[in-house]
Structures are given as structure tokens and as C-alpha cells.
């Protein structure tokens, strides 16, 4: 059974740091995509970043690019999204999911209904 645990969030100051991880289990393959995403009080949920299980390539949404990434460990146990450069409007529950992909289409990749399994979330809340 696929199971994602998210860890790591919590208060920042803005312009700093935090680095979530996504525990992961039950996967019997590597043709999966793990994406973050995010959703803010009154706000539709937004695509953060994806990696690809089965060759490390990466999709990363624009309103975040050159201050966050996502990494995958070697053991493909644990995924990772750094975040740099903190701003206000960061601040929302992250949560981790995993979609099924033999192929991952970057025009796609970055919508929730492309996932079929979701962790339970963690909070960033980035203070001024």
C-alpha cells in the first residue's frame, strides 16, 4: 500500500529556509512522479514541484523556481523540497503526492488530478 508521511515544516522568518521531506512506502516500481504541492487558506491547491522516480527529471512552477528544489534520495526513500528565500506568501499547508507515470508530461505534471496518492500535509507559515 502506498503511503507518503510529510515532515519538516513549520515557522520561518521571511528570507529564510526550511526543508521538507516525504517519506515514502509501498512503491513497487520506479514509474512514479512525487510531487509537492501547496494550498493556502481560500486558495486553490498549486503545484509546487515534481521529480520523477524513474530518472530524476523535474518540474518546478514558476512562482518558485530558483528558490526551491526538489531532490529524490539514492534509496529512493525520501523526497525532499528545499526552500529558500522564504516569502509571505509561501505560507500554506505542503502536501506530498504521488501519481502513477510511465512518462511524466511537463504541461500536466503540476495538477492535482494527475495524483493518485496523498500524504496528510504539513504546515509553513513564513512571518514578515
Known amino acids: 500500500q502506498v503511503q507518503l508521511v510529510e515532515s519538516g515544516g513549520g515557522l520561518v522568518q521571511s528570507g529564510g529556509s526550511l526543508r521538507l521531506s516525504c517519506e515514502l512506502s509501498?512503491?513497487?516500481?520506479?514509474?512514479?512522479?512525487i510531487g509537492w504541492f501547496r494550498q493556502a487558506p481560500g486558495k486553490k491547491r498549486e503545484g509546487v514541484s515534481v521529480?520523477?522516480?524513474?530518472?530524476?527529471?523535474?518540474v518546478t512552477a514558476d512562482s518558485v523556481k530558483g528558490r526551491f528544489t526538489i531532490s529524490i534520495n539514492s534509496a529512493k526513500t525520501t523526497v525532499y523540497l528545499q526552500m529558500n528565500s522564504l516569502k509571505s506568501e509561501d505560507t500554506a499547508i505542503y502536501y506530498c503526492?504521488?501519481?502513477?507515470?510511465?512518462?511524466?508530461?511537463?504541461?500536466?505534471?503540476?495538477?492535482?488530478?494527475?495524483?493518485?496518492?496523498w500524504g496528510q500535509g504539513t504546515q509553513v507559515t513564513v512571518s514578515l
Open positions: 509501498g512503491f513497487t516500481s520506479n514509474y512514479w512522479a
Open positions: 503526492a504521488a501519481g502513477n507515470k510511465h512518462h511524466v508530461d511537463p504541461n500536466l505534471i503540476l495538477y492535482d488530478l494527475e495524483y493518485d496518492y
Open positions: 521529480i520523477s522516480m524513474a530518472d530524476g527529471y523535474t
